[in-house]
């Protein structure tokens, strides 16, 4: 019974992002080579012969160019430049994305600086993947092709288990799970699930995140984990909870409306759980209190399924609140307004926010 079918895609939409994403990908390698913009140079003919193979080609060429004409864009490449040359110090945050730039309409034609914003951009683009290095080698492992993966993507998902335990994955969740002679076992590796456990004493089942081992008989539970922490909220029966992040293992037992949340450093920390809650966090709500920046901008990624980029010099920003991680705009719009930063929309349905 694999759940690799659920992701809340539909497959000949995510096929076509993906073509564009690659098309854009090429025009962007070809508007960086000197020359392309030069009527009557080689590779000008050549980018030319490129764009004239599809009407998708075209559209990929006109999006880059507008993107490399955009105002907004531009003035952050020269804040990063200017970070760059006085040697100021570039966190890591988790929501940092390699770059990928999805269609957009072009808003304007190609201004005669274009040259210059190439040059610009590609730097940045440089120095962005130096930052991603440290992201890209802790990323976990891909068990998309594992029999029992479950992706909800945009979409709540609802699965049952071969035992008649319910799982409810809220959006941009992922895990995967598999059964033996001894557990049930589920690994959560990005999101919120809601877990209907069936009963069996014989063989309890056990959810892992990076930071915890949640163990339980039969009962309702939450488990909601990312890169830096991970927290449980019990509805119904008694749960045991183990951070596994630094020896000795502390271990703490969970009855109904407790919590407890896990950070990556091994701190545990116990809450109050409302169980009425659990259809709120299926909805894409979650509280933070506090958290950094780049942690509560990688969840709104994550869930809602739109790109953002973060300036890594607020990463490390404290924020608390209770946002809709499924819904972008609106959290984007209430961080921006609670922090006294800013949210520049750019021409591929990406958005950027900024000091």
Not at 67 to 83: A, G, P, Q, V, Y
Request: proline share 5%.
């Amino acid at each position: 019974m694999s759940g690799n079918r659920h992701t809340g895609h539909k497959p000949e939409t995510t096929e076509q992002k993906d073509l564009q994403s690659r098309l854009v990908d090429q025009a962007m390698q070809w508007l960086a080579r000197d020359g392309a913009d030069i009527e009557g140079t080689d590779t000008h003919v050549a980018f030319q012969k490129w764009c004239g193979q599809s009407a998708d080609h075209e559209q990929a060429a006109r999006a880059v160019r507008a993107f490399l004409s955009d105002r907004d864009f531009d003035d952050i490449l020269r804040k990063f430049d200017t970070e760059k040359g006085t040697g100021a110090r570039n966190h890591a945050p988790s929501s940092t994305r390699q770059i990928s730039i999805p269609f957009g309409k072009p808003r304007r034609s190609t201004p005669p600086r274009l040259t210059n914003v190439r040059k610009a951009i590609w730097g940045g683009v440089a120095m962005c993947v130096a930052i991603l290095v440290a992201v890209l080698t802790l990323s976990p492992a891909d068990h998309s092709g594992h029999p029992g993966y479950i992706a909800a993507n945009m979409a709540p998902v609802r699965q049952f288990l071969p035992d008649g335990s319910e799982l409810q994955l809220a959006p941009g969740t992922r895990l995967y799970w598999e059964f033996t002679e001894r557990e049930r076992h589920i690994v959560l590796e990005d999101g919120a699930v809601v877990i209907s456990a069936a009963p069996n004493k014989d063989r309890p089942l056990v959810v892992t995140t990076p930071q915890s081992r949640v163990v339980v008989v039969g009962t309702r539970f939450v488990v909601i984990g990312d890169d830096q922490t991970s927290e449980v909220g019990v509805a119904e029966g008694t749960v045991r909870v183990q951070q596994q992040q630094s020896p000795p293992a502390r271990e703490v037992t969970l009855h109904a409306g407790e919590g407890v949340t896990v950070s990556s450093g091994g701190d545990v920390r116990r809450h109050d759980f409302n169980g009425d809650n659990i259809t709120q966090i299926l909805e894409g709500w979650r509280v933070f209190s506090p958290a950094k920046l780049s942690d509560v901008i990688h969840a709104v990624s994550r869930q809602s399924g739109m790109e953002i980029w973060l300036d890594p010099g607020i990463a490390d920003l404290e924020i608390r609140g209770r946002f809709n991680v499924a819904d972008a705009m609106v959290s984007l719009d209430l961080i921006a307004r609670t922090t006294g930063t800013r949210m520049i929309e750019l021409p591929f349905d990406q958005y950027l926010l900024v000091r």
